[in-house]
């Protein structure tokens, strides 16, 4: 079962708010992903986690603040946002994160939007 | 010049219809490559892995060519649930990292 689920499915917050995404998976993957999407454009990378530990953290601005409890879970906390930051956020999670031919499996995504 | 570039869209075809989408890459030393549809407001989903061999899955035929950096997807017998967006992806594998590097996709519209 290639299942990624995420949490919630919309999310609207204002700039002075603090929320969290949650992501998890149970197909025993230990790589796991969160990549921005805007409309009419293709997702782009901000974190990757392998083993649970932070391993690419595409220059994001520090107010997205990733975070791995275990290997079946992915959080993205959310704090003083801007607009421009309203996007869908796709987490995806891949058996390893090393080596060739290894396929990502996208949760729904959690649309977001700022006010 | 980007990484990863597809086909500009959209394609209107009708039911029925074969066609074809083109991909280049930037990045030579690349080692997987895949095909991802997305629907509308809808996450990506894996169509197929691309192998140097050139794979079929049903009505889709995904080739390689590592010498031309070319990556293609065709598709027989269009159905109308078929219309999405097609997004070309590599992993450079760029530090042994797995890092996907997604075209901008190319919107396909089946029509009766």
């Known amino acids: 079962d290639t299942e990624v689920t995420q949490t919630p499915k919309h999310l609207v917050m204002g700039m002075t708010n603090k929320k969290s995404l949650k992501c998890e998976q149970h197909?025993?993957?230990?790589?796991m992903y969160w990549y921005k999407q805007k409309a009419k454009k293709p997702p782009e990378l901000m974190f990757v986690?392998?083993?649970?530990?932070?391993?690419i953290n595409e220059s994001v601005p520090s107010r997205f603040s990733p975070e791995c409890p275990n290997s079946s879970l992915l959080n993205l906390h959310l704090h003083a946002l801007q607009p421009e930051d309203s996007a869908l956020y796709l987490c995806?999670?891949?058996?390893?994160?090393?080596?060739?031919?290894?396929?990502?499996?996208f949760g729904p995504g959690t649309r977001l939007t700022v006010t | 010049r980007k990484e990863v570039e597809q086909d500009p869209g959209p394609f209107n075809v009708p039911e029925g219809a074969t066609v074809a989408f083109n991909c280049t890459y930037s990045n030579s030393a690349s080692q997987s490559f895949f095909w991802y549809r997305q629907d509308c407001r809808k996450e990506p989903k894996l169509l197929m892995s691309v192998y140097s061999s050139g794979n079929e899955d049903g009505r889709f035929t995904a080739q390689l060519n590592r010498a031309s950096q070319y990556i293609s997807l065709l598709i027989r017998d269009s159905k109308l649930s078929d219309s999405a967006t097609y997004l070309c992806v590599v992993n450079p594998l760029s530090g042994g990292y797995n890092k996907l590097i997604f075209g901008a996709g190319t919107r396909l519209a089946v029509h009766p």
């Open positions: 986690y392998s083993y649970e530990k932070l391993s």
């Open positions: 197909m025993g993957h230990r790589a």
């Open positions: 995806a999670s891949s058996p390893h994160e090393g080596g060739p031919s290894y396929e990502q499996y």
